[in-house]
């Protein structure tokens, strides 16, 4: 007689084993952006809960777009499964590298044919494919990365060289920018010019042919801003905007009187008026100003805080690398998380026109938070790989 084991005895091997393999793909990976990451994604979660449940309540309940963010995140997290499991120097390969930036183009492309692309308050940002939206610019930021990443390493590239080491890496970055400014959506493009600056910056170019290129992104910022009528009523509304609270100067107001209110601790989580169907669009763009009103200024402060440890530990893991691809590409991804987060603050407290730039793990939107965590996933595999 042959004996078996028992089948509890079977669940529990099962179990241990799901378990050390998940010991094993998260053995070595930096503690300070897990546990960031972690805290940034809870404290997001719950600002998102207080600052969407009023206006969600026409939109399939009190949870839905909590629901909507926590299904980004399931999508994420896989995403992050995956990527632990590979080596990112996979990314440097050609084949993927230039498919993933081939992908973001044609998508790019995409958003901007009528019909195609999807056109919500004024601007054509997304791709719907079946029940869901996708907007190609979250993808198209992190595809740049890895594109510059790859081409900084290259022993052959010289950035100290202006017209043929330099001027060709702002070409591809050129073009998406165009393409995303289309939209439109300066704050987005901008970052990725900002973002692939600070990259060559890093690979040793020098300062003056990057003030060179700064000058000629700042003139056609410039003619940007003042080529619309709305867009100079929005940069004035900028400057003094509680002169044009009945338009243009209305969300930043708004947002300026919910600091107000909040003012040194706040009115108690979830307890802030301003996103009673005063200031618009809380759970996105200007999500900030909820934890200004509810949590007052140490609230903020801490918020920040948890950005600044999560920077400090990215670019931590940077310096560690021993390979120029994983140093380049893991200070991309967390110099975009950082400007992401600095654009969006300056813009809320008034520092900035307003513009239409998520805060990265609190802004509502699946496809952001998704490719965030995935992106997160590739500097936690690098990190792995340290000195």
């Not at 019909?115 to 198209?140: C, D, H, T, Y």
């Not at 080491?165 to 070409?171: H, S």
Request: net charge positive; hydrophobic share 55%.
């Amino acid at each position: 007689m042959i004996l078996r084991p028992a089948s509890g005895a079977n669940d529990a091997r099962q179990v241990a084993a799901k378990r050390d393999t998940m010991r094993g793909m998260f053995a070595g990976v930096d503690r300070g952006i897990a546990l960031t990451t972690a805290l940034l994604l809870v404290t997001g979660l719950a600002t998102l809960y207080a600052a969407s449940y009023y206006n969600a309540q026409d939109h399939g309940g009190a949870l839905s777009e909590v629901l909507s963010q926590l299904f980004g995140v399931g999508v994420g997290a896989v995403a992050m499964l995956v990527l632990l499991r590979i080596d990112y120097r996979i990314l440097a390969r050609p084949w993927l590298c230039g498919g993933l930036l081939a992908v973001s183009l044609v998508m790019l492309a995409l958003v901007a044919v009528p019909g195609i692309g999807k056109m919500l308050n004024g601007s054509r940002r997304w791709l719907r494919l079946g029940p869901v939206s996708f907007q190609p610019s979250e993808l198209a930021k992190y595809a740049m990365i890895v594109y510059l990443a790859r081409a900084l390493s290259q022993k052959q590239r010289d950035v100290t060289r202006f017209f043929r080491g330099l001027v060709p890496l702002f070409l591809l970055p050129g073009g998406v920018f165009l393409l995303i400014l289309m939209q439109p959506n300066l704050s987005t493009a901008g970052s990725i010019l900002i973002v692939t600056a600070v990259m060559v910056m890093i690979a040793g170019a020098r300062w003056v042919h990057l003030g060179l290129v700064g000058a000629a992104g700042m003139a056609l910022g410039t003619f940007y801003a003042l080529s619309e009528d709305y867009r100079r009523a929005r940069l004035m509304s900028f400057r003094h905007p509680f002169d044009f609270m009945t338009n243009e100067g209305y969300q930043l107001s708004q947002s300026l009187l919910a600091f107000g209110s909040g003012g040194l601790f706040g009115m108690g989580p979830g307890m802030g008026r301003q996103k009673f169907a005063f200031l618009p669009y809380p759970e996105s763009d200007f999500i900030f100003a909820v934890v200004g009103e509810d949590l007052g200024w140490v609230g903020c402060v801490a918020v920040l805080a948890l950005f600044g440890a999560f920077l400090f530990f990215g670019l931590r893991v940077a310096m560690r690398c021993p390979d120029r691809f994983g140093a380049m590409l893991a200070g991309g991804i967390t110099c975009m998380i950082g400007v992401q987060c600095v654009l969006n603050v300056a813009v809320v407290i008034g520092m900035m026109p307003t513009t239409g730039l998520p805060l990265p793990f609190f802004s509502a939107g699946g496809t952001s938070i998704s490719i965030l965590m995935a992106a997160v996933a590739v500097l936690m595999n690098i990190s792995k790989n340290e000195e």
